[in-house]
């Protein structure tokens, strides 16, 4: 029991260190981009392909795991952090553009095998433990939220060149990702530990059952209307007169609204079951919505933003806990890997949209849009747990 706890505390360490990388790139990529950029507009070129590399190695990244298991893979993942950092470093030093694209095209690795963590987590846990284990593993973007940005800012003139220190921070940081997956063992993954378990089916014959279905039409709805607000509302704010300070201060309520929850996210679904939790978290959104379209003082963005992020974290602990209902061992390399595969890529369509759909229809209109696709989400796990009060009776 005590060595499942310790396994845990180490994803949870790795999920804090990763995504304080995340947002550290978050707060100084574009404005490295743009310093480095032969033209102002291809300043987001760079973090593009930060989602490049993840997007290509995703699928890859979860099969090498199922062979080599994911201590393996997860190790791999970090120091990829650190080789990008290390080439980061240098292309500002030499004002390489191409070469900070190849940076973060590296860091894309990183994200892929980092995706992996919360699964991970739910495979060194108990059954009883299980979903607050993927819980307390998402809740080390606490950390992220807080020590990302500072990084970004304490490293951005730390050496002569700019934001060559805020990589080499990055750098550091993957670094102790690395010391801290060398004490990560996930048991079962000798092949010896699978004789006896049922054959694995068909990979269409898992991703086409309803949980699954339901499971990733959750995971990827959460992530688009999140990413939607979150990216929309700085430029909002923008057009309503705030100040850069005033619309990060939304930014980082938002974050800490994403991941605070987590602390007892795994207890409430352990106690009310995957679905009504998700249930909930569909109802955060519904609020966002509102609050969206009551107006847009300063208190309306904050609170949207912190109702988006928290309804986020219940569907999103939710779906990976339904999820990891839906597969064996031996077929959970294509079971996660088309879930997170499909919830990035729609992330990232939602990501390109926000920007277009604010400049052309504004902030409002935008979240009025949103709406029916709330209402719509909600209607797949009142089905599902329709289906479940029917089979329980019968």
């Keep these: 029991m005590r060595n499942m706890y310790k396994q845990v505390l180490i ?46 190695i995703m699928f890859p990244a979860s099969f090498l795991m199922t062979r080599m298991g994911r201590r393996a893979g ?92 805020s990589f080499v921070l990055m750098g550091v ?11 990560l063992k996930v048991p079962g993954e000798s092949h010896t530990a699978t004789l006896g378990t049922p054959p694995a089916r068909r990979w269409t ?40 300070g005033e619309s990060a201060s939304v930014i980082q309520l938002h ?40 107006g847009t003082s300063w208190t309306l963005f904050a609170g949207a933003l912190i109702f988006v992020g928290t309804g986020w974290n219940f569907l999103y602990i939710g779906a990976t806990s339904l999820l990891s209902t839906t597969y064996s061992g031996k077929e959970k390399g294509v079971a996660q890997a088309v879930n997170d595969m499909s919830v990035f890529v729609f992330t990232l369509l939602c990501s390109v949209a926000a920007g277009s759909l604010l400049n052309s229809i504004g902030w409002q209109s935008m979240n009025k849009l949103l709406l029916p696709w709330v209402i719509v989400l909600a209607l797949p796990l009142l089905w599902l747990s329709w289906q479940r009060r029917r089979a329980a009776t019968a």
Aim: hydrophobic residues 60%.
């Design 11 to 56: 994803l949870a360490g790795s999920q804090a260190v990763f995504q304080t990388v995340t947002i550290l790139l978050m707060t100084i990529g574009g404005l490295a981009g743009l310093y480095l950029a032969p033209d102002p507009s291809w300043a987001t070129i760079p973090v593009a392909m930060g989602s490049l590399g993840t997007a290509l």
């Design 74 to 165: 997860f190790l791999l993942g970090a120091a990829s952090g650190i080789v990008s950092a290390a080439v980061a470093v240098v292309a500002m030093i030499q004002h390489s553009f191409w070469l900070l694209c190849l940076a973060m095209l590296l860091m894309g690795i990183y994200q892929a095998f980092a995706q992996f963590y919360r699964f991970a987590a739910g495979e060194v846990a108990s059954v009883e433990f299980r979903t607050r284990a993927i819980s307390l593993v998402i809740a080390g973007g606490v950390v992220a939220a807080f020590a990302g940005p500072w990084l970004g800012r304490t490293g951005s003139n730390l050496l002569s060149t700019p934001y060559a220190g």
């Design 173 to 183: 940081m993957s670094a102790i990702g690395v010391l801290l997956l060398l004490g």
């Design 205 to 244: 014959q898992v991703i086409t059952q309803p949980a699954y279905l339901v499971a990733l039409f959750s995971a990827a709805s959460a992530y688009g209307i999140m990413v939607l607000a979150m990216t929309a509302t700085p430029i909002a704010m923008t057009h309503h007169d705030y100040s850069l």
């Design 255 to 294: 974050v800490l609204g994403m991941y605070l929850p987590s602390f007892f996210t795994g207890r409430l679904v352990a106690r009310f079951g995957s679905v009504k939790m998700m249930l909930a978290g569909v109802a955060m959104m519904i609020v966002y919505v509102c609050l969206a379209l009551s």
